[in-house]
């Protein structure tokens, strides 16, 4: 169980999409895709999951059902435990990516912690609109150098967490948000290097594949069925 200053991945993921000031998310991330991901990505961490190889195919095996503490990654866990077929871990990621108010739930994770705030205004008289200004601005700027200096620095020792997140906000599209994209593709092979997997244990390394290939599924098959 985390203490309230430490972040979950998907506040992390949450707070790197979002628009400071605005509290909206940038209009070209996969921010579903990349919620869910995350999701999944601390459930296997945190050994509340685990895979189990049948052939090729990977599928999600509930390894431990206990409250993780998070009322978003509980709800994950229990999807999973209540699930009468297992599935494989793409299935699961378009499973939480399509979880009813996935952003704000998240979102209100981090009103919780004191870092965004909720406003709310009508659209059309109608339609309430949502929105998750920042109001404590130092947890994603200690984010964002920690990234910096997996990715810009000489460091060569990254922790899981930093690899996991990276790969998801470079598949997703967070990651040009964050830093120049002339840098970013000087350091292209790096970045690539950094979400193989190599710099980690075989655990974590099995985690970020798992996610890269479930956000592949999930974002870029029907990005080209859709442009077919």
């Known amino acids: ?5 430490q972040l979950h991945i998907f506040e992390e ?31 296997l961490l945190i050994k509340k999951v685990e895979l189990e190889l049948n052939g090729k195919k990977k599928f999600v095996k509930l390894a431990d059902k206990k409250s ?12 999973i435990s209540k699930s009468k077929r297992r599935a494989r871990i793409e299935n699961w ?21 004191g870092i965004l705030k909720m406003e709310e205004r009508k659209v059309l008289l109608l339609f ?14 200690q984010l964002i150098e920690k990234l910096r200096k997996a990715i810009f620095g000489a460091n060569k020792t990254i922790e899981p967490e930093t690899v996991i997140l990276i790969a998801i906000c470079e598949k997703t599209g967070i990651l040009k948000h964050l ?22 244990g075989d655990a974590t390394k099995e985690a970020v594949e798992a996610m890269q290939a479930a956000i592949f599924t999930a974002v870029i098959i029907p990005a080209v069925a859709t442009s077919s």
């Open 179 to 200: 830093f120049d994209k002339q840098k970013l593709r000087e350091k292209k092979k790096w970045i690539k290097e950094i979400i193989s997997g190599n710099l980690i």
């Open 1 to 5: 169980m985390q203490s309230q200053n």
């Open 93 to 113: 990621v378009s499973r939480f990516a399509n979880i009813p108010r996935l952003k704000h739930k998240a979102a209100q994770s981090l009103c919780n912690k």
């Open 13 to 43: 993921i949450l707070l790197l999409a979002l628009r400071d000031k605005q509290g909206t998310i940038f209009y070209d991330v996969h921010y579903p895709q990349a919620l869910a991901a995350a999701l999944l990505a601390e459930l």
């Open 128 to 141: 309430k609109h949502k929105k998750y200004p920042e109001i404590n601005p130092r947890p994603e700027k």
């Open 68 to 79: 993780t503490g998070s009322l978003l990654l509980d709800e994950c866990l229990q999807k």
